[in-house]
Structures are given as C-alpha cells and as structure tokens.
C-alpha cells in the first residue's frame, strides 16, 4: 500500500508538471500546439520512465521533465515561433516549427548527454563553477515567472506595460496562481513530506472547481482546453 501510494503521488506530480509545460510552451496564438505537445510528453515519459526503472542502478526512482532544460526550451520554442511570426507566417506554421525545433533539441540533447555517458566524462561537471550554476538556476526561475505570468494573464510579461490594466478576466487568476504559490511555499517550510505537493494540486482543484460551480461562471478560460483531445504528432512527417 505504501509503495502504491508513493507511485501514485509521484506520477500526480509528473502530470501535473507535464501539463504546465505544455500549456507554458504552447499558449496565446500557439495553443493549437498544446495537445500535441502534451501527447508527445506523456509519450516521452512513459518510454523514458520505464527504461529508467528497468535500467537504473538505485531503485526505486522516478524520473521526470528537467525543470531547468525544460524552461529554457519553452523560452527558445517561444523566439523561434516568433521568428516565423516576425516573417509573416501563421500560427500553424509557427507551431510545426517550434515542434520540429524541440525534437531536435531533445534528440542532440539525449545524443549528448549518452557521450557523455559512455565516455565516462561526467566527472568534467565539477569544473563548472558554483557561481555559474547558481545564475543558470536563477535565470530559470525568471523565465517560469514569466511563462506562468503569461498563462494567468495572457499576455507576455513586459517591465514596459507592468502596470497597463490586465486583459478582462485576468486578475482572478493571477491572484489564484499567487495565492497557490504562496501556499505551497509556506507549506513546504512547514512539512517536509513528500506528499505536500501532490495533496496541495488536488486539493487547490477540488476547492477551484467547487467555487467555479457554485458560481456559475463556467470554464471562462480557467481550464486549458485541447488536454482531452491530445493528438499523436512525428517530426518526420
């Protein structure tokens, strides 16, 4: 039962982060390319996951997205997108290429990190210095603040327009999206079970969706729309 139960929360949680990749990478014009993204992520992590279990010499573990490789490729897929939009392209056009960009991305990336690998050269990491970690690690959490504000808001975070009136809508879910991390923050200082951020998502759902219920607004853009028709997608076709 306990090992049923560690699963269960680690694969939440991997859901969890899978969706907000997703809709981070593919949002705004781009969200047509959401549910292949998400499709082509719940594929990676079961291929991935289970080699990873069948192959990993420290069972038991459970892998999951990058979060540091996975910020700044939403932040490359979104320049490459606008460079097709910036040459007059369409949004379908902008999507196919910033799909064809992350799955080149992946495969030089998995190419690499297997050299690496077999030439027994990870090792060379401790020659990076802690200075230059840290500042990678900062820049990610810069580019996930900016990528989760353009998702409550819809609109891409600007020092220029801070303070112009949020689009119509807006501000409910800014303010949710704050409150949550605020209170999943303080709720780590204060228990340090594994289980606080699996139970924080569900709770946080159940609690959001009752009180959208109750007051009738319907969906009114709080859910990510395409996750139920998630679409099978090749860049080689």
Known sequence: ARDTLAGASAALVILSYLLSYSALMFSGELAAGFPIMLWAMLFGSV?????IAY???IPPIANGMDIPSTAVLIALCGGIAQSVFDRGGTAASAVTHALVFASMASLICALLMSGLGLARAGAYCRFVPYSVVAGFMAATGCLLLMGAYKLATGRAFSLARFLDPLPAGALPKLIVA?????????ARKVYKSPFVLPLAVVIAALVLNAILAASGGGSNGWYMSGAEKSEAWSPFV
């Open 47 to 51: 291929v991935a996951g289970a080699w």
């Open 55 to 57: 192959r990993t010499s």
């Open 178 to 186: 704050i409150g949550f991390a605020a209170a999943l923050f303080a």
